[in-house]
């Protein structure tokens, strides 16, 4: 049984084409054994038959996504998912913001990620506002701009909660936590610093535009209205993860011989932006929100046909990290079911029946434990399958069971080159079983 494969391709085992690659990543599906679980995990305890069967067909491991010194950040993860070394890339999440929304950046512009935050008194409601839409957004930012916007200051709306503002000029050496750290405590204990003395001026010009955005969001009428239906208040912007430029090899250049052309599917700012200096071409998908109610089987269907034409996509879903951000459990569980039934289960299927040969990887970038409510370090599970790949011993997906995974413990860019290594001599020695 368990060499069975996914695929059902010709009963001689030839397989027609040449590989293509698809990474599924589940933002922040990682978490902690939790008691009101009975001591399981999330990944544990959640109904995932398509998960465990990727894990049973296929071979599974652990993978350290976040380098000693580095934050445990999405920008950070996801890169080095690719293979990016951080020492060398990193330069915060504004740069990637910045090309998401076509914002190209002076040499001297640093790019920071503008938070619309909830406040409550002296503590951070949270991160998000709760659900904002874009919409609602672009007001307030187009607001801010001609308020506080000048030569040197420029406010750009993103999507939902995420926006970015350019500093030129400004100096990157900053101390900036990330709001999403800090949910119900003390805002004013987290104020942005200056790392060294020649970003002192940067950092006091960012200070005044938190304090003054406050004074001007405090009276915008959307938030009268917001009031009125019961929703959190947009309190202040939290400018943060600021850098300049990167420096990034497309991935049709590190796998020429295997990506000729590719395509990332989000609905997350950052994840374009790292798709964009990835070389991936992004693929918008109607209802794709980036929260637990995202349109799931589109993003799926969106994959299928990307995969038509091209050799690499990355598929990655916000809404489990969004749930483990506001410590909802039940939530979070649905969401990796979500991605279990709408998403695995018809790239599987399609995988099954398709005459050419596709590999899957299926993975978190990041723990977002529930208990904690922001992201940690901890390596996480990963499943990789491909047309004649010899199963490993591991029965289901999930943190316990990757550890005994035969692809072991995998940092920097193993993961990304064991993913995509030439796989040509096992395609060719493939029978697989018709059933």
Same mark, same amino acid.
């Given at each position: ?30 978490? *902690? ?58 330069? %915060? ?21 503008? /938070? ?7 503590l951070l409601r949270n991160h998000s506002c709760g659900r904002l839409e874009t919409e609602d957004a672009d007001i307030l930012i187009k607001y801010l701009q001609e308020e506080l916007g000048n030569d040197r200051v420029h406010f ?27 949910? %119900? ?52 912007? *939290? ?55 995202? /349109? ?39 969401c990796i079911e979500n991605i279990d039934k709408y998403i695995l289960a018809p790239i599987m299927q399609a995988a099954e029946m398709s005459t050419e040969p596709l590999s899957i990887a299926f993975l978190p970038d990041h723990p ?36 005994? %995974? ?30």
């Open positions: 049984y368990r060499r069975r494969c996914l695929c059902r391709y010709n009963v001689t085992g030839v397989i027609n084409g040449t590989m293509k690659h698809i990474i599924i990543l589940g933002d922040g599906m990682a978490d *902690w054994h939790n008691e009101a679980l009975g001591g399981k995990t999330l990944l544990q305890h959640a109904h995932t038959p398509n998960a465990d069967r990727l894990a049973r067909m296929g071979r599974c491991g652990l993978l350290r996504t976040v380098a000693d010194g580095f934050h445990p950040g999405s920008e950070v993860a996801n890169s080095s998912i690719l293979g990016y070394d951080q020492h060398v890339v990193y330069e %915060g999440r504004g740069p990637l913001e910045a090309a998401s929304i076509g914002v190209e950046l002076a040499d001297d512009d640093l790019a920071l990620r503008c /938070n619309l935050i909830s406040l409550d008194g002296n750009y709306t993103g999507v939902q909660y995420r926006h970015l503002l350019v500093i030129k000029g400004g100096n990157k050496h900053l101390h900036c936590t990330p709001p999403h750290d800090i949910p %119900g405590k003390p805002w004013r204990e987290y104020m942005l610093r200056a790392e060294t003395p020649e970003a002192e001026e940067t950092a006091q010009l960012l200070t005044e535009l938190i304090y003054k955005s406050q004074v001007l969001l405090k009276y915008h009428p959307l938030n009268a209205q917001r009031a009125e239906q019961g929703m959190d208040p947009v309190s202040s912007i *939290w400018p943060w993860g600021g850098g300049y430029r990167p420096q990034m090899a497309p991935l049709t250049h590190t796998f020429a011989s295997q990506i000729q052309r590719g395509s990332v599917i989000t609905a997350v700012d950052l994840i374009r932006g790292i798709g964009h200096y990835a070389g991936l071409r992004t693929i918008d998908v109607l209802g794709a929100t980036g929260l637990w109610d995202t /349109n799931y089987a589109g993003k799926a269907h969106a994959a299928l046909e990307a995969l038509r034409t091209d050799d690499f996509v990355y598929l990655h879903v916000e809404a489990a990290d969004e749930a483990g951000h506001d410590g909802d459990l039940a939530l979070k569980i649905q977002t434990p529930i208990d904690l409510r922001t992201h940690t370090a901890e390596p996480v599970p990963f499943a990789i399958w491909y047309p004649g790949i010899t199963p490993d011993a591991v029965e289901t997906f999930d943190e316990d069971a990757a550890r005994q %995974g035969s692809y072991g413990l995998l940092e920097g860019d193993q993961f990304i080159h064991a993913f995509m290594q030439d796989k040509e001599t096992e395609i060719q020695t493939y029978q697989p079983e018709i059933y």
